[in-house]
């Protein structure tokens, strides 16, 4: 299981749109997530800036590399979200390795 940060930008006056293109993703898309490894995957917004937090099993970067059922899904949700995004900002992709987890400082936590 593996933990990536990739960060992203809006266009500016996009935020409200793109949010609402995310406020229900179609199932073509989520399933094509779920088949493809994704465990879970949050978007925060602080401004124009996005921060997507993305668990995948067993990693980001085999979801890359593996070949979709139909790549159409995701061309036509790249293209669709290519309305939102400003071109000229970093995208980057860095697994992270976690330092510290509270659940695990719980009592009876299972480390």
């Not at 073509?28 to 465990?39: F, K, M, S």
Request: with cysteine; net charge negative; hydrophobic share 45%.
């Amino acid at each position: 299981m593996e933990v990536v940060v990739t960060r992203t930008r809006l266009k500016p006056g996009k935020e409200l749109a793109y949010e609402q293109a995310h406020a229900v993703l179609p199932d073509a898309n989520r399933d094509q997530l779920l088949a493809g490894g994704i465990v879970n995957w949050k978007i925060f917004r602080d401004g124009l800036d996005l921060i997507h937090v993305i668990t995948a099993d067993p990693s980001f970067a085999a979801f890359c590399a593996a070949p979709s059922a139909d790549p159409t899904v995701g061309q036509r949700w790249a293209e669709a979200m290519s309305e939102f995004l400003d071109d000229d900002a970093d995208i980057t992709r860095d697994p992270l390795r976690l330092v510290w987890d509270l659940a695990n400082d719980l009592p009876g936590a299972k480390g």
